[in-house]
């Protein structure tokens, strides 16, 4: 199973990006999916997922009202739509698969089952 994000850049505070997630080699429409970012000497954390359906999502209450995670199963790919981005939003942003269900992306990083590289975020005050 292939991930590849892509949509990072420099924005300026308040303004938004979309990043997109294309997934390839398996069955998309099982996995669970997730964004996760690991800031500069900083752990890698848990910003959002969605189950297969894309009927429930999981925010962190850090991105919570300004992030929009969603999915289209029929073009493979997870969405992360941030707006009102905020210079502590920059970080390198991960994708990543599970298929233990949405609860497993609640757990953290340790929990998910494939990986994507990293697409960078930079938010400028």
């Known amino acids: 199973v292939q991930l590849q994000a892509c949509g990072g850049g420099l924005v300026q505070a308040g303004g938004s990006l979309r990043l997109s997630c294309a997934v390839s080699?398996?069955?998309?429409?099982?996995?669970?999916m997730g964004w996760f970012r690991q800031a500069p000497g900083k752990e890698r954390e848990v910003v959002a997922g969605v189950n297969w359906s894309g009927l429930r999502t999981h925010y962190s209450d850090s991105v919570k009202d300004r992030f929009t995670i969603y999915r289209d199963n029929a073009k493979n790919t997870v969405y992360l739509q941030m707006d009102s981005l905020k210079p502590e939003d920059t970080a390198d942003y991960y994708c990543?698969?599970?298929?233990?269900?949405?609860?497993?992306?609640?757990?953290?990083?340790?929990?998910?089952?494939?990986w994507g590289k990293g697409t960078q975020v930079t938010v400028s005050s």
């Open positions: 080699g398996g069955a998309f429409s099982s996995y669970a």
């Open positions: 990543a698969a599970t298929l233990g269900g949405i609860y497993m992306i609640t757990l953290g990083t340790g929990s998910m089952d494939y």
